[in-house]
């Protein structure tokens, strides 16, 4: 089966956690894909709310883990044009029974691999650097702990 939007190892930005969401994520656009050439739309319409569901709960898990992280307004601006795009398929396959795959696919594609492997990698990173911060602190934290 031809997939919309494949996994490269090149996307893992290093925690479990996150590939496993992307890969989650991805593999519901793939379903999605495979229903819409079967054109089975029960089934379409299932994995549209599944997919945008799934969505909301990994870019929330996202922002929360990113908190503080200076880029933030740009990387939530991502999300939310992702979101808004995939609310507008919703809206033309339920206002007109039609969805493209093609465009789907096209987006899906630049989007996952420019926001995966550049946006959420340098999130990471920064994330990573923080906490690698925050753990050489515990010693003088438990020193002044002790002292109370
Ligand atoms: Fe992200």
């Known amino acids: 089966m031809f997939e ?3 996994w490269r190892d090149e996307m893992s930005v290093g925690r479990e956690d996150i590939d496993s969401q992307h890969k989650r ?3 519901i656009i793939n379903r999605l894909g495979e229903e819409i050439t079967a054109n089975e739309r029960y089934e379409i319409e299932k994995i549209l709310n599944s997919l945008l569901k799934y969505t909301v709960y990994h870019f929330g898990y996202e922002e929360e883990l990113f908190d503080g ?3 933030t307004n740009a990387h ?3 999300h939310t044009d992702f979101f808004e795009f ?3 398929q919703q809206e033309l ?3 007109t029974g039609e969805i493209k795959l093609e ?3 096209r987006y899906l594609n630049c989007w996952l691999n420019h ?3 550049v946006i959420d990698k340098e999130a990471f990173e920064w994330l990573e650097a923080l906490e690698a911060e925050q753990n050489e602190m515990p010693d003088s934290a438990s020193e002044s702990k002790k002292a109370l």
Request: aromatic fraction near 8%; charged fraction near 25%; avoid cysteine.
């Open 115 to 117: 926001h995966i492997s």
């Open 25 to 27: 994520l991805l593999n």
């Open 4 to 6: 919309t939007v494949s």
């Open 103 to 105: 465009d789907l696919r």
């Open 76 to 78: 939530k601006q991502e």
């Open 69 to 71: 992280y200076p880029r």
């Open 86 to 88: 995939m609310i507008k």
């Open 93 to 95: 396959w339920q206002s």
